[in-house]
């Protein structure tokens, strides 16, 4: 399969990648990893008349961490993130759900900012945003051309994100959990590599005396966007040790409203959150009363 002929543009700063995309409006798409949007013109699937390939903008190729956040600037490949230390040591859960993207290969080129503007139900990162209350950066040529969008609006249906034509997006921002906070990231796929079936990241957070104080989920493949959802009420107060994981996850598969496809059908689906939430939960408790331990 060959792709539609285009017209192929490669800026060399931020301001000239702004300007052509600018020019281009509707016509433009920004090429990065190349990972999705490749194989989308291959199939015939998506046919921009020009492509802005981002791969000289170096420097967008940037993962910062601070007391905050960790940002990830748009050319930093899911490879180079997972295997960050400061940003591992700050969110744990980036590596955790990265670790899950398709193969080494593929997240070696592919870039986290791509995969979050692809906006696709079944990927990893967005739901990683959202769980996380994280914003993503735009920029558009002109002046006050620059605007930040929460993760709970960026992600609008399947394949659909609020980036406006002529916009690119410079970073992703992952705010840190507070302090007591552990993750996990759990899922099903047909086979290593593959998109899931459906998967979950959760949060559990302890408090002095390692009982939950709050947990949250956000689940992929379950609907159009990232579902998210408040744990609290299942396991709130309960030991780390000791909660009802079984009722997190049926809160879980009561919030989630899958479609059959030609993967699984829906009730499989939110069998599968019912059941990735529980595991996850557990594992998100220990995980947080394991570092609680080495912070003492
Ligand atoms: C076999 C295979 C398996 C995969 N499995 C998974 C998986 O399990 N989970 C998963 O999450 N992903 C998976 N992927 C996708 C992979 O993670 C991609 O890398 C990612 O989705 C897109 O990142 P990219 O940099 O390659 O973006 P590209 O393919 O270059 O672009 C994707 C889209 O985002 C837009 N875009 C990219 N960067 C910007 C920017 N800075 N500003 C504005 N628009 C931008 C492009 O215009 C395009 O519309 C898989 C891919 C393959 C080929």
Not at 81 to 106: C, K, N, S, W
Not at 126 to 138: I, K, S, W
Not at 246 to 273: C, F, K, N, Q, W
Request: charged share 20%; glycine share 10%.
């Amino acid at each position: 399969m060959k792709p539609p002929v285009f017209d192929y543009h490669r800026p060399g700063t931020v301001a000239e990648a702004l300007a052509v995309l600018a020019e281009l409006g509707h016509q433009g798409k920004v090429l990065a990893g190349g990972q999705s949007l490749v194989p989308l013109l291959n199939m015939r699937l998506a046919a921009p008349a020009h492509l802005v390939d981002v791969n000289r903008l170096g420097e967008l190729d940037e993962v910062t961490s601070d007391a905050g956040a960790v940002r990830v600037g748009a050319l930093a490949r899911h490879a180079r993130v997972e295997h960050d230390r400061e940003a591992f040591a700050a969110i744990p859960l980036l590596r955790q759900a990265i670790g899950d993207i398709a193969h080494p290969t593929i997240r070696n080129r592919g870039t986290v900012v791509g995969s979050l503007v692809h906006a696709d139900p079944a990927a990893e990162l967005p739901a990683v945003l959202v769980l996380l209350g994280g914003t993503m950066e735009l920029a558009r040529a002109g002046n006050g051309g620059r605007r930040q969008v929460a993760a709970a609006d960026f992600f609008v249906g399947p394949l659909e994100s609020a980036l406006h034509p002529g916009e690119l997006a410079t970073a992703a921002v992952f705010p840190r959990s507070p302090a007591g906070t552990g993750s996990a990231w759990v899922e099903v796929a047909r086979r290593h590599g593959d998109y899931a079936i459906c998967g979950v990241g959760v949060l559990v957070t302890l408090d002095q005396g390692l009982r939950v104080e709050a947990a949250r989920a956000a689940c992929i493949s379950v609907g159009p966007v990232p579902v998210p959802i408040d744990l609290t009420d299942a396991l709130g107060g309960k030991p780390h040790d000791a909660a009802d994981w079984a009722a997190a996850g049926r809160l879980a598969a009561a919030a989630v409203d899958p479609e059959d496809d030609i993967h699984a059908t829906a009730a499989y689906r939110r069998h599968l959150a019912g059941v990735l939430t529980t595991r996850a939960t557990r594992a998100a408790a220990a995980h947080a009363a394991q570092r609680a331990e080495a912070a003492r």
